[in-house]
């Protein structure tokens, strides 16, 4: 979904591929509902905190960190110009924003939170709840303690955007857009997915084939219509397709989501979310270049040839 927001894949195809690529925008939600299940399924699966923490962070910051300074060695040796982000805050890729990215602390300046890579402001808000969202996990088990834990990430979101509008002067929205506590409940519908898989309740047995049709039915409505709110749409959607998913159930449907170009896909995604973008701007970049050269190529015929002409009319002429 993001590499079709950034691609522009479908808008050619009138207004159903007008929504679709521009709901891709909101894959990052999706991102982080599926984040919520995979720490309270390895945290509550680990021996210790450190060890979870541990395995987290491996399975993310190598990557990261080494796209983070490839992306900055391109841009201060002059091999590839800035970006969006760098021009609108008028930003340098300087030792404080690679040390600030490396830290995992961007996102406390918003000013440099997207600066590298153009799509990196989502993975310091996953470390943050990587180290933060346990401590919630272990006070929530019973389920009316979800529900208030629940409400109380909501007003947590709220305080961060009214703080945002109050004390920040240049782009509050964007300090909003890019800050952690602003999608703590979408990470917390993750955990719900984890407690509804883990000790599913009577009534969720029951209907659990209703409950999952009813995720895929949100979102292809989601995708296709982008209604409003469609972000939060797509968050339940995931958060369901992830509770009621069972392997003995639908079995034609299932084959389909444990098929091996499905779990590639899946298991390339994170490298996929952190390259694309350069990918995207180095081909764009590749292409221009050669634009440009046949461009000058063109220019050289046109001035050149008709002159090559009349000298060899002229001495033709002469004999």
Known sequence: ?????????????????????????????????????????TFFAAPSY????????????PLYFSVILFSALLFNLALFPGNYWQAYFQVDVDAYNILMHLSFLSIFDHR?????????WSIPIEVFWYIFLPAALV????????WIAFVLFILLAGIGVLAAHLLISEEPDLFVAWFPTTYGPYFLLGVAAYHIRRKPS???????????????????????????LVEVLLANSAMLLIAFYR??????FNRFFVSKPFIFVGSMSYSVYLLH???????????????????????????????????????????
Do not use: C
């Open 1 to 41: 979904m993001v590499v079709i927001i950034h691609t522009g894949a479908f808008r050619e195809l009138g207004w159903i591929g007008e929504n679709i690529t521009e709901t891709g925008k909101f894959g990052v939600q999706i991102f982080f509902v599926i984040s919520g299940f995979t720490i309270a399924t």
């Open 50 to 61: 450190s060890h979870y923490l541990l395995r987290r962070l491996f399975r993310i910051a």
């Open 112 to 120: 440099i939170a997207n600066s590298i890579i153009g799509v990196e």
């Open 139 to 146: 006070a929530i088990f019973r389920q009316s303690m979800f």
């Open 202 to 228: 009577a009534f969720a047995r029951k209907h659990a084939a209703r409950f999952l049709l009813l995720g895929q039915v949100l979102f292809v409505v989601s995708v296709m219509l982008a209604p409003p």
């Open 247 to 252: 392997k003995d159930d639908n079995p034609a």
């Open 277 to 319: 973008f350069l990918s995207i701007r180095l081909v764009n970049l590749a292409v221009t270049s050669r634009q440009v050269i046949w461009l000058f190529v063109e220019q050289l015929r046109l001035e050149f040839v008709p002159g090559f002409h009349r000298l060899q009319g002229r001495l033709a002429a002469q004999g």
